[in-house]
């Protein structure tokens, strides 16, 4: 029989609506429950892709017994922690207080006011490996409850005055010390420290990828010449490219690896990870101009338009680990399976490219890796290396189409909007870089889809799947969906997208903004009422809301003159610098903030009849070399509807001839009309567009 998730709309939900335990969405019917009947709230937090969270539904909310248990002494509420940020990151604060850290499925222990007083993550049915039960905590908590219920109340009124507390500290004391290079440079050693020269990352085991770190260290490379900055970032790609972690027949990253060397991965598929790793791909590609780069940005970006993108244009969140039971399953492959699939001629060949033996490198199976490149194996095989990527290139493809014919991990097709604003800004940056018109026309119909779905009377909805948007959305929704319809309107140069990313801003201000803190929240002012008021700050497996919001705000600032826009984000940055020097790790889209913030960005006004062959041979020099600090305006002078009025464009007129205004806090160069005068005034003093890394 159903539970009260069968009328939900989150796969995440939906997956636990047989379970016999008695589940209730989060809402005010469990909290009355709890309230009438006395009784603890087990809180369940967890998300499609995570295996254990799959483990802990299969052992002990399928399980009879247990679920009785849960039934008669517990109001059980689930929640799908990508739908509900905010209630994730309270009760994770919860229980990083309680245990020092912290993971999925979260499982809290709550008062019927919302107080946390006991919690963990994965517990197994009975005691093992040194974890209790979850029987007997079940049975341990419902005794305290009953029979102690002072101490649970006053263990449950700590816990919460220091999770209020975490959210509510200031930052930094020295909020009114003027922004400065400082904290770039001190943020850069912090880094080096714990780079791992051998594997390329930070750190040993778990590894994840970092593409906000890699991101600040490419703009650092720009700014100062560092080598050993260029030398992190792509030592790191290029490990990580060669890894388990990167999906070698059919692109795309997994969430993170297991090990130090990037061969074992956690074998989900997040959207967000996927967006953001597509960009410092993209943008190392125009750093080094090196095509493995480019080709990696490809394959992730027609991975997410072959199997992570509806028909309406809307990408979904999540591929899980699992496939029939067992995690990594589809994507692990036997010598012999490779051989009869190919043949005995090329299989050898890939076998050898991608590590794949009769021993196997993963419990007698194979988790493709590089182990020799083309070029190692075309000199060893006295073959042309052209040759050989063209076989290498096919081969692959032949093995995707086998692989199809497995039993698929699930996807998750809930369109989250902050998720999907991070891969509209990656797909139109991509379709300028590339040439690629198919990834600009994904990007424009994915933008459209936003608005006209996620978007009632001005407000953007967080989540929709079955053809139903819902939940109010969060600072990240707002902002994401913004920096993605003006990474678009540069892409495009159609003005329709910059109005509407403007129009969005100035919602999220009205909403997140708090004037009298002088800073943003997670949640709006007409948000439901939960323990905190929550304000997560760190960017952790993808940008925190605030440094989504500080980007954009520093960007329109600069494109239209908006001071308010400006004071909002330095008001912000100030009061983390200390942070962002001392645990950069954590602060990686911020430090690229305050990049931005420090420099004197490019101000590039286009101007040129649209359809001209002489305006995209300007836009393609524009994007075909790495300006990371730099804004673009446009318009169409045969189109007076394509003007936007911004100080970029006041005051260059244009005519037939496509005309390129570039200016720096306004104050401009000499406008140019052939892309060799462009280069140059783009990259002065440099022999070539591209910085070559030998």
Partial sequence: MANRLIMETSPYLLQHATNPVHWYPWGEEAFNQAHTNGMPIFLSIGYSACHWCHVMEKESFSNIDIAKTMNEHFISIKVDREERPDIDSIYMTALHKMRGQGGWPLS???????????????????DRHGLPGFSKVLNAVSEAYTNRPADVFDSAEQITSAVKAAFEQTYSSNSHKS?????????????????DPINGGFGSHPKFPQPMVLEFLLKYYDRTGENGAITMVTHTLDRMASGGIYDQIGGGFHRYSTDSRWLV?????????????????????????????KLIAEEILDYVLREMTDDEGGFYSTQDADSEGEEGKFFLWTYN?????????????????????????????????????????????????????????????TLLEARSRRVAPSTDTKILTSWNGLMLHSMALAGSILGREDYIAAAEQNAAFLLNNMRVQGRIFRSRNNKHSYLKGYLEDYASLADGLATLYEATLDTKWIEEALSIVDVMIELFWDSSLNQFFDTGTDHESLLVRPRDLMDNAMPSGTSIAVDILLRLATLTGNDSYLSKASSELKTLQEFMQDVPIGFGNWLGSLDFYLSSPKEIALIGPKESDSRQELMNVIFKGYLPNRIIAGYDPLDPTSYFDSPLLQDKPGGMVTTVYICKDYVCLAPVTNPSDLEMQLWPGETSNFRIII
């Fill in 265 to 293: 991965p956690h074998f989900e598929k997040m959207l967000y990870d996927n967006a953001l790793l597509a960009r410092i791909y993209l943008h190392a590609f125009q750093t080094t101009h090196n095509p493995d780069y």
């Fill in 179 to 195: 922004l400065s290079d400082d904290t770039l440079h001190k943020a850069y050693s912090n880094l080096k420290e714990h780079f």
């Fill in 337 to 397: 399976e490779i051989e009869q699939i190919l043949g005995q001629n090329i299989a050898p060949i890939l076998c050898s490219h991608l590590g794949v033996t009769t021993a196997g490198n993963f419990g007698g199976l194979n988790i493709p890796n590089v182990r020799e490149t083309i070029e190692e194996l075309a000199k060893a095989k006295q073959l042309s290396t052209v040759d050989l990527q063209s076989q290498i290139k096919t081969a692959k493809k």
């Fill in 108 to 126: 809290m222990f709550i008062t019927p006011s919302g107080q946390p007083f006991y919690g963990g993550t994965y517990f197994p049915p009975s």
